[in-house]
C-alpha cells in the first residue's frame, strides 16, 4: 500500500498538467465547450482523456518536476489549450457573424432565438450559418483532427515547454484576421445584393414617390437575403471546408508538426 501511495503522489504532478491542457482545449473547442454537453460529462471527458494520454507521454516528463513547479506551470498548459481550441472555434464564430451581419442588412435580425449551443441570443441567419459551420466541421472530422492535434502537441511542445511570448499573440492575431476574412467572404454575396436593393429603392422613391418603398422594401429585402442565402449556401460550404484545412495547417506550423 505505501508503495502505491509513492506512485500516485509521483504522477500527481505531471498528470496535473496534462488535464490542464486537455481542459484548457475543451473551454473553447467548437462542440466540446457548448452548453450542450452537461458539466459532469466534460470533467469526466477531460479526466478520461488524461488518463489515456499520461502513459504514452510520462517518459517526457522531467524527472525533477515537483508539485510546486507543476501548480506554477498550470497556468501556461492552461493558455496552451485555450490558444488551441480558440483558433479553431474562431472560424465557426466567424460564420456566425456572417449571418448576423445579413440578417441586419435584411431586416431579419428583428427576430430574435436563444442559440442551444452557447445560450446566447441570435438571429436566425447566425445560426443558420453556425449551423453550417457545425455540420462542415463534423463533415471534414474536424473534432478527430483536433484531438490528433493535442496530442501531437504534447510531443511538439513538452509539459512545461510552453510560455505566452510574441509568436503566441503574433499567431492569435493572424487567426483572428483570418476569421475576420471568413466573415467577410460568407456575408459579402448577400450584402452586395441588398446594398444594389437599397439602391434600387432608392431610385424608385425618387422616380414614383407615391410608392410606399418602407413597406415593399422591407419584403423585398428578405426576399432578396434569403434567395441571395440559398444560392450561396454549397459554395459556403466549400469555403468553411477550405478554412478549416488551412486552420489545422497553421497549428502543426505554429507547434512545428510535421505531416499530416
Known sequence: MPATLLDVFGVLPGLMLVIARIGGLLVTAPLFSTNVIPR????????????????????????????????????????????LGLAVNLTLTAAQVAGVTIARQSGLAMGQ??????????????????????????????ERELVRVLLESFEAVPLLGFWPDAGLCEFLLDTLAGAYMLAVRLAAPAVIALLLTSLTLGFLSRTVPQLNVLS???????IVAVLVLLATLPAAGSILEATFSVVFESLREGLGILGP
Open 40 to 83: 459532469v460529462v466534460k470533467i469526466y471527458l477531460v479526466v478520461t482523456l488524461s488518463l489515456a494520454i499520461f502513459p504514452v507521454i510520462s517518459s517526457g516528463i522531467p524527472s525533477t518536476l515537483t508539485l510546486d513547479l507543476a501548480l506554477f506551470g498550470l497556468v501556461g498548459e492552461l493558455a496552451f489549450g485555450i490558444a
Open 113 to 142: 432565438l436563444v442559440d442551444p449551443m452557447s445560450g446566447e441570443q441570435t438571429t436566425v441567419l447566425g445560426q443558420v450559418y453556425y449551423t453550417l459551420a457545425v455540420l462542415v466541421f463534423l463533415a471534414v472530422g474536424g
Open 216 to 222: 415593399i422594401g422591407f419584403s423585398l429585402k428578405v
